[in-house]
């Protein structure tokens, strides 16, 4: 099978704007498939390569993608050209977690998500003077015209969906909202307190009211996000920087909440998280640590929980169909949180994102 030519948004400085070129992909694998992309979500994940350490840069981040097979290896079965699909995160599927149905717990989830490399430190492009450029962010790199990723990790959708809108259900939405369905598995009448009113947040809000529960409180530092989280059917909103966040929860929720969710990963917001649960109460952490966390000797003493959470807990081919069907019904509005920008833009939709001025950019490869 020849090399494949794409254009790619391609990370060169931890602190320098990004640089469009064109790259060589390295033909499919016996189990991989190029996809032509339609769209990709801008995640606030695919900051960290400008923040952690050790990234091997130059690299293509993007992993939120959704477009069209091109070509398919000889191994891959269920999928053809021309077939429409949302790509999500790599794992294993060998170890004992992704045995138990739990992806994004895989042993090996970081090294294969979060290098963007292959797992033997391997990869599949090259810029146009030969020099190797890192493309497996999570799995696919698609902030770019094409990836080439494993045919694992996509989910076949109908051809009749909006598909260069689909790509945040890989990762953002999927997160957020498995987060309440999966994760905590908020029941009817359930109280629960929201932190951070982004594209995670604003999902979780979403699911919340899926899932019906009672009271749903949003809190965000943005009264516009939190004007929307209400659109989206928060039944309470507070202003994150109020110095009465927990006391003001706390008699929404009448004593304290079942469940909160941290969006934010900020240690003092994830504090203020876990005040705020009853003594049986269960927090889910989402957002990427910012700093050490340091709680009271008491603040778990009485029966809480604290739980990390990945992408949802969400099995990919089984979640995002559910999600497309919940949007189909008018329960799951995430296209509202969606703004479009050519990917020679990535620039400013990265800033717009930073900023807090749009919930989720989705770059259009032109």
């Given amino acids: 099978m020849p090399t494949t030519i794409t254009t790619a948004a391609v990370l060169r400085s931890t602190d320098g704007p990004y640089s469009i070129e064109e790259l060589t992909l390295d033909p499919p694998g016996p189990d991989d498939i190029t996809v032509r992309i339609a769209g990709a979500g801008l995640c606030h994940t695919d900051l960290l390569p400008r923040q952690q350490p050790g990234m091997p840069l130059p690299l293509v981040p993007g992993h939120e993608g959704a477009g069209v097979v091109e070509a398919a290896g000889s191994q891959v079965q269920g999928l053809a050209v021309g077939d429409h699909v949302v790509l999500s995160f790599d794992s294993c599927r060998t170890c004992v977690n992704c045995r138990r149905a739990r992806p994004a717990n895989c042993d090996t989830f970081f090294p294969r998500n979060m290098s963007g490399r292959n797992m033997d430190g391997s990869t599949n492009a090259r810029d146009t003077g030969g020099a190797a450029v890192s493309a497996r962010w999570f799995g696919q790199s698609s902030f770019a015209t094409r990836a080439v990723v494993d045919a694992r990790n996509v989910v076949k959708v109908d051809p009749d969906l ?6 945040p259900l890989g990762c953002g939405f999927q997160t957020g ?3 309440v369905l999966n994760s905590l598995g908020a029941e009817v009448g359930a109280g629960i307190v929201i932190f951070g009113a982004g594209a995670v947040g604003l999902a979780s809000v979403m699911a919340a009211r899926v ?4 009271t749903i409180v949003a809190v965000d530092l943005n009264p516009d996000r939190l004007e929307l989280a209400r659109d989206l059917g928060a039944t309470h909103v507070i202003d994150g920087a109020a110095d009465d ?5 706390r008699r929404i929720v009448r004593g304290g909440a079942d469940y909160t969710l941290d969006t934010t990963g900020s240690p003092h917001v994830i504090a203020t998280a876990i005040d705020t649960l009853r003594t049986s109460g269960v927090c889910g952490l989402i957002g990427a640590p910012a700093g050490d966390l340091s709680l009271s000797a008491t603040s778990l003493s009485t029966g809480r929980t604290v739980k990390g959470i990945v992408e949802g807990d969400a ?6 169909p559910r999600l497309i069907a919940l949007w189909q019904e008018g329960k799951f509005p995430f296209d509202r949180l969606i703004e479009k920008f050519a990917l020679a833009d ?3 939709a990265e800033c717009a994102a930073r900023d807090g001025k749009v919930v989720k950019p989705v770059l259009i490869p032109q």
């Fill in 162 to 167: 909006p598909l260069e809108l689909l790509g």
């Fill in 177 to 179: 909202a498995g987060a």
């Fill in 211 to 214: 899932a019906g529960a009672g």
């Fill in 245 to 249: 966040v927990v006391r003001q929860a």
């Fill in 346 to 348: 990535i620039d400013a």
């Fill in 315 to 320: 099995v990919p081919q089984l979640f995002i």
